[in-house]
């Protein structure tokens, strides 16, 4: 069964240890930002500084793993077929308005759509981590300047991950017009059992 | 007042808004992971995501700020004699040593330096974020591939920080070796006041 995030908005779900989550991009140029709990021990999560050391890069795709602060492995990339992510800036959130957009009403925002689905499990705002940024486009040169650019995903292109844990997993659909082209689109998503795949 | 962090170990202590922490590499090609903390509000804490976004680089020096994961200014780099730093890697721990040096004995490590010095705040090591790397020689290529080289620091060489807001400042001697050139060295700090600088 394929589950649709709506443009704007975020959800959270776990996922079993040898499970698979494809990650879609049914419209192409939308960005979804990812966090990944220990649903049996919340203050193990996704870490970005262990992922790029271990993985020694800065761009993590097909087989590459996703850390925890704890050292585990907590997902496998099995399938990238866009091969553009970003795990080195934070979840937007109103400051990323005020401070890009000069906006400074409220907005909807990857970071509270991540807290007010990983509330119910304990996890506040705080709590959140820099989140694995599935489909953004994050360009960097040799004097490390950080560029957004719109996403090179086109419509279909998915990432597919292994659980390599138990997991709580949440997922959004970007709220950052820079980070996704201009416009926002929706994100979907498909739980897929390992007899399936 | 100069202070000394003797090899493999760390400290931490607390730092006034407006005063300037200067952190000095008394032999060269020695790393010190720092974690900044709010003390009024421990939740608040040093963010390497929201820095890179909101400084818009990989690599964090002279006039950069160092960020919160609440999107508020902590610190700024006043002076930077060496000129670079990393903020993309974890702070080196057990498994840091079983995973790059096969090496599965007890050693010091970042992680537990600063976890011991920040446990009477109230911090454990899981809420220990991306350290700060100051000195640190991390390349990075076009592909992403990171690798960690020797630091080009030499003796005598200084970061200069201003707080932003009171600080919790915890600091380390770095404890792995590729990190700091193959053999482990001292740091030093020194607290400045306003009015002395």
Chains 1, 2 share one sequence.
């Not at 979804?32 to 919340?42: E, Q």
């Not at 599935?134 to 650019?149: C, E, H, K, P, Q």
């Not at 090179?152 to 997991?167: I, S």
Request: with cysteine; glycine share 4%; hydrophobic share 40%.
């Amino acid at each position: 069964m394929i589950y649709t995030i709506s443009k704007l908005c975020g959800t959270a779900f776990t996922l079993k240890k040898g499970q698979y989550l494809k990650v879609i991009n049914p419209e192409g140029a939308q960005v979804s930002d990812m966090i990944l709990v220990n649903p049996h021990d919340i203050k193990e999560k996704i870490s970005s500084g262990k992922t790029l050391d271990f993985e020694e890069s800065i761009l993590i795709s097909t087989n590459n793993f996703l850390w925890s602060n704890r050292s585990n492995k907590m997902m496998q990339i099995i399938e990238d077929t866009n091969d553009r992510n970003d795990f080195l800036l934070a979840p937007c959130d109103s400051s990323t308005f005020a401070h890009f957009y000069d906006m400074h009403d409220p907005h909807p925002s990857c970071l509270d759509n991540l807290a007010r689905h990983l509330k119910k499990y304990g996890i506040m705002h705080d709590e959140i981590p820099t989140a694995f940024n599935i489909f953004m486009n994050v360009a960097f040169d040799s004097m490390g300047t950080i560029r957004v650019l719109p996403p090179t995903a086109v419509a279909g292109d998915y990432v597919l991950f292994k659980a390599e844990m138990d997991l709580l997993v949440a997922l959004t659909a970007c709220s950052a017009k820079d980070s996704n082209g201009g416009c926002f689109k929706s994100i979907q998503y498909e739980i897929i059992n390992p007899v399936d795949h």
